[in-house]
């Protein structure tokens, strides 16, 4: 499937970090640390040229330096970010969580059921929970800047339980605003499933939950990001229609050794 245009824009808009500033076309993004995708640097426009490239380097190690974090690029795979992505390499950035971007067509029935699920336009607590249990890292006070990012951008929260009444899976649709003209993309975020509930059609509920409200929105269509190693998702995102339209890689730099005195 072609690539949806302003994808990128939307992507940022829907996991927004509040400490940002732009740097020479690169979106510097800060979060306390709370996922890669906050605490990243967004290259809107990577640019060719070697010496504005370095330049926005410099400044953008001082700026994630200021606060103590690393500096990580969110990079895609694409001929436009080919030398950015060549420098990165020439300065020892590693490659990891390579990331599929997969999109869907709207206006079509979401297939299969969404029976049960439970839908919000705020995180409730227990969905909070079940989410970071699953995909969280770090303590409470770090779940409170998740919550900002989710909060940040207009969504819907599904929630599905079990038999016994406890929160099951989770999922949520973010609702980014578009530019005027354009048409309103919705971006699926935060899938999980209990670890002990899984491979039981909850996650495919919450899945056909949340399009089914795109569809009563008239969503033009839908994207998701999913690690490429997780083959098992991927099969779930096929069966609703889901094809591949891209790919980013998280470009992390290596710590630098120091000589001691010893």
Request: proline residues 7%; neutral net charge.
């Amino acid at each position: 499937m072609e690539a949806v245009p302003g994808l990128e824009a939307l992507m940022d808009a829907a996991w927004p970090a509040a400490d940002r500033e732009d740097c020479g076309g690169w979106e510097l993004r800060a979060a306390s640390g709370v996922t890669q995708r906050a605490n990243s640097v967004w290259p809107r426009q990577p640019g060719a040229d070697p010496n504005a490239q370095l330049a926005a380097l410099r400044d953008a190690r001082l700026w994630y330096r200021d606060r103590r974090q690393p500096l990580i690029f969110q990079v895609f795979d694409d001929p436009r970010s080919a030398p950015l992505n060549a420098l990165l390499d020439t300065e020892g950035f590693t490659r990891q969580s390579e990331t599929l971007v997969l999109v869907r067509a709207g206006g079509r029935p979401a297939p299969g059921s969404a029976r049960g699920v439970e839908l919000s336009t705020e995180p409730s607590d227990e969905w909070l929970q079940l989410w970071w249990s699953v995909d969280g890292r770090g303590d409470e006070p770090a779940l409170d800047v998740a919550r900002g990012i989710l909060t940040g951008c207009p969504s819907l929260y599904a929630l599905v339980r079990d038999a016994d009444g406890a929160p099951a899976a989770v999922g949520r649709l973010a609702l980014p605003l578009a530019e005027p003209g354009s048409a309103r993309w919705g971006g699926l975020y935060c899938m999980a499933t209990r670890p002990d509930a899984r491979r039981r059609g909850y996650a495919a509920r919450v899945l056909h939950a949340l399009l089914g409200e795109g569809t009563r929105r008239d969503l033009a269509g839908y994207w998701l990001l999913v690690t490429a190693a997780n083959t098992g998702a991927q099969e779930l995102y096929a069966r609703a229609g889901f094809e591949e339209s891209g790919r980013y890689l998280y470009r992390q730099e290596r710590p630098k050794r120091h000589l001691t005195g010893c």
